[in-house]
C-alpha cells in the first residue's frame, strides 16, 4: 500500500520530533523528476538565542505519520 500525502498535510516523524507540513512532492534535480515516495517537509524551532528558524528536510513517506491534527 503506498502512502500518500498532499500538501498542508501535518505529520511527524514515526521516531518523534515536531510537527511538520508536508509542502509537496520531493523534487529529485539529479534524476530531473518528482521522487514518488519523499515528501518535503517544513518545520518551526527555536535556535539557541530564542528567535524562530524554519527548517527544511526531504523524508521517505515510511518514515512520517500523520498527526491528530491533520
Not at 502512502?3 to 515536531?18: A, E, M, N, Q
Not at 523534487?27 to 514518488?36: G, I, P, R, T, W
Request: hydrophobic residues 35%.
Amino acid at each position: 500500500m503506498e502512502i500518500r500525502f498532499i500538501p498542508g498535510d501535518k505529520v511527524r516523524l514515526i521516531s518523534g520530533g515536531p510537527e511538520m507540513t508536508i509542502r509537496g512532492q520531493h523534487y529529485d534535480v539529479l534524476a530531473n523528476e518528482y521522487s514518488a515516495n519523499m515528501f518535503d517537509c517544513i518545520w518551526f524551532d527555536k535556535n539557541k538565542d530564542g528567535k524562530e528558524e524554519v527548517h527544511y528536510c526531504p523524508f521517505q513517506a515510511e518514515e512520517l505519520i500523520k498527526t491528530k491534527s491533520a
